[in-house]
Structure formats: C-alpha cells, structure tokens
C-alpha cells in the first residue's frame, strides 16, 4: 500500500506541474497575458462567477483539489513522521492529515459546485 | 565522539559545503511546506466565493487581493514570493521525477581519472536547463508584480 501512496505522490506530481502552472499563469500573470491579447482580470466578480459555471473549469478545480491535497499532505506526513517526535506519533499524525486533507477536500468541493449556482 | 546529527536545523540548512542538489533538496521541502500551508489557507479564503458577491469582495479586501496602500503592496510582495515557491517546487519536482524514474542517466563507464561520473552528466544538464528556466520565470514575476501597472 505504501508503494502505491508514493507512486500517487508521483503521477500527481506530473498532473501539478501543467496544472500549477497554468493556474499561475492565468490567476497570477493577467498582465503579461493582457499583453498577448488574453484580457482578463481574473479576481472579478464577473469572471469569477464565469468560471464557476463552466464545467471544464468546475471539474478541473475539484481534480486539483484531489492532485493538490494528496500530494502536500502525504508529502508533509513524510517530512514530519522523520522526525524523533514524528516517528512516536506516526499514527496519529497520518489520522490528523488524512482528516484535515478530507475536510479540506469536500469544503472545496462543496463550494466549487455552490458557486456554480450563484448569481 | 560527536554524533553525525543536526536534527531538523539540516533540513533548510545543510551548510556551506553541501552541494547544489542537496541545497535543492532543502529548499523544495521549505517550499513544500509552505505551499501546503497556503494551500489549506487557500481553499478557505476562495470558498467564499460560493457565498455571493458582497461575501467574495469582502474577503478579497480582507486579504489585501484588492484596494490600495501599503497592505495591497505587501500582498503583492508576498504573492510574488508565493509564485517563485510555486514556479521552483514544480521546476525542481519535474527534475526529482525525471530523475527517480531514471531518465536521462548515461550508461555507467569504467571510471579513469579525473573520476568524474559521466553517467550523472545527463541529469546534471538537465539541472543547470531548469535553472535557467527558473530563473526567467522569476524575471517575468518581477515584471508582472513590480513593473507593469
């Protein structure tokens, strides 16, 4: 099982690298792409509103969350469990991340479809 | 005899004499943590936008997305360091798994002087490739943050 865990670190590290990036560059680099002809202010409530009603983008957000939590907990669980104090308390810090990473999954799931419906 | 262990100090420091990989490697894991830190923040702040209109800009305000003065400047200082963590734990990652799954690793030579690993030349160029491509996406941040209005 473990194996299977660190081969899932790896192919949703690949899927991050492209969705990442492009998250970056269409949230963060608006002004450079303005200047390539791709207009968009990408914190407007308009487009916000936009996007959440795309399905693309909709089913997109909620394959990240799954790629994004996976990765940064299972990644955070191995730093930590290194430690003295880690490797005492191996089991309850993997309880306490695999909680967290799941109540963070379906609130961001939960309001990824609510915004889809706002108006 | 002095035990061979810096604790966790070693994980962002590895001192002077450490190599460039090794350097690497510390940063990606300060990087990691940081980014699972803010993704968890993250997933909080933009759910409000499941909550209308007022709920988002308001939230956006709070967190100095939007507005003016010296709160939004440190925002968007702060967003810039975001995007390099970002940019370099996915440009160094993209080298750990090129790596890990070996490609790009020459054939083993015998080794002659001057001893050098001709087999890890391959992964090495590829390193000093990332790098250069690291550091124009940290140009482009500068220019996107700091220089276009």
């Given amino acids: 099982m473990k194996e299977k865990y660190w081969i899932f670190h790896y192919i949703s590290a690949a899927f991050l690298f492209f969705l990442l990036l492009s998250h970056i560059f269409i949230m963060h680099f608006y002004k450079i792409l303005e200047k390539i002809g791709f207009y968009q202010k990408p914190l407007e409530w308009e487009t916000v509103v936009q996007r959440a009603k795309s399905v693309t983008f909709t089913s997109v957000y909620i394959l990240f969350l799954i790629f994004a939590l996976f990765h940064g907990f299972y990644g955070l669980k191995n730093i930590l469990t290194e430690t003295i104090f880690g490797k005492k308390y191996k089991k309850h810090i993997t309880i306490f991340l695999w909680f967290l990473g799941l109540f963070l999954f379906f609130y961001g799931t939960f309001t990824t479809i609510k915004a889809g419906g706002v108006k | ?149």
């Fill in chain 2, 1 to 149: 005899m002095k035990k061979n262990y810096k604790g966790i100090r070693a994980w962002f420091f590895p001192g002077f004499r450490a190599n460039i990989e090794r350097w690497l490697f510390s940063l990606h894991r300060l990087t990691g943590i940081l980014l699972v830190f803010y993704l968890s923040l993250h997933i909080i702040v933009v759910g409000s936008r499941a909550y209308g209109k007022d709920a988002w800009i308001r939230t956006m305000k709070i967190v100095g997305a939007t507005g003016e003065g010296f709160y939004r400047d440190l925002f968007i200082f702060f967003e810039y360091l975001l995007v390099l963590a970002v940019g370099f734990h996915a440009i160094n990652g993209l080298r750990l798994l090129i790596t890990e799954f070996g490609f790009l690793l020459g054939k083993p030579k015998r080794p002659e002087y001057p001893y050098v690993a001709l087999s890890l030349k391959g992964p090495k160029v590829f390193l000093y490739f990332l790098m250069i491509c690291f550091f124009i996406y940290l140009l482009l941040g500068f220019k996107e943050f700091f220089i276009f209005k």
